[in-house]
């Protein structure tokens, strides 16, 4: 069946460091794929997204490439700040929405 | 915007008792779905609806069930609450697939707490 994983965390960085989290999907046909964002306190909320092979998405500083050819939709941003700490899922949406198990990140000052 | 609201943000109910969640979303949406979050399992799909008193169970409904008498409104509902049921629950609606992505729009969630 459909499957994603992501890079256990929990990850913590400085403010202005690079991102980067890992996401692989396990899916038949050509599934499109997202990155959620949940807020401390807060419902998930959808960062970024693509639909098709090599479509990039980006939102807020984040982006991310649909990499067929290695079953991969890493989240990166180049520089980070304290406002960016919150869990990340990585999902695809095949029939249903599949999500990976999350992501923390904390970024201190 | 998409507004999904979610009647309660922390609840705490005793063993055995019958609870009710509700959401409720403001974007005449089709799909509307029950999920619950826990620390190192992600989402997990309970139930899921694409129209009204229609219903569908995800990959977890054992111990669940749901109403949608309204487009609008989504319950989730709790026969009798166990400990294990201890969990953040998150309602979420969309358009049909063919839409926009079939892209999920969240509520805020509902922490319980069953004792």
């Known amino acids: 069946g459909n499957s994603v994983t992501q890079m256990e965390g929990p990850v913590t960085l400085s403010e202005e460091a690079f991102l980067t989290i890992n996401c692989t999907y396990t899916?038949?046909?050509?599934?499109?794929l997202f990155w959620y964002v949940q807020y401390p306190g807060e419902g998930l909320q959808l960062l970024l997204k693509?639909?098709?092979?090599?479509d990039k998405g980006s939102n807020k500083g984040f982006e991310a490439t649909y990499r067929k050819e290695t079953t991969s939709f890493h989240l990166e941003k180049g520089s980070v700040q304290v406002s960016d700490s919150a869990v990340y899922f990585c999902?695809?949406?095949?029939?249903?929405?599949?999500f990976g198990k999350g992501t923390k990140l904390t970024v201190n000052p | 915007d998409v507004k999904v609201t979610q009647s309660s943000r922390y609840l705490v109910k005793r063993t055995g008792e019958k609870v009710f969640l509700e959401c409720v979303q403001d974007?005449?949406?089709?799909?509307m779905f029950w999920y619950r979050q826990d620390p190192g399992l992600g989402l997990r799909l309970i139930y899921f609806?694409?129209?009204?008193?229609?219903?569908e169970k995800g990959d977890i409904p054992e111990g669940y069930s749901v109403s949608r008498e309204k487009k609008e409104r989504f319950s989730l509902i709790l026969e009798s609450a166990s400990t294990n049921q201890t969990s953040m629950y998150l309602c979420?609606?969309?358009?049909?697939?063919?839409?926009?992505?079939?892209?999920?729009?969240f509520g805020p969630g509902t922490r319980l707490t069953v004792t």
């Open positions: 693509a639909t098709k092979a090599d």
């Open positions: 979420a609606s969309s358009l049909p697939s063919t839409g926009t992505l079939g892209e999920q729009y």
């Open positions: 974007m005449d949406h089709e799909n």
């Open positions: 609806s694409y129209d009204v008193k229609m219903k």
């Open positions: 999902a695809l949406k095949s029939e249903k929405l599949v």
């Open positions: 899916a038949t046909g050509y599934p499109s």
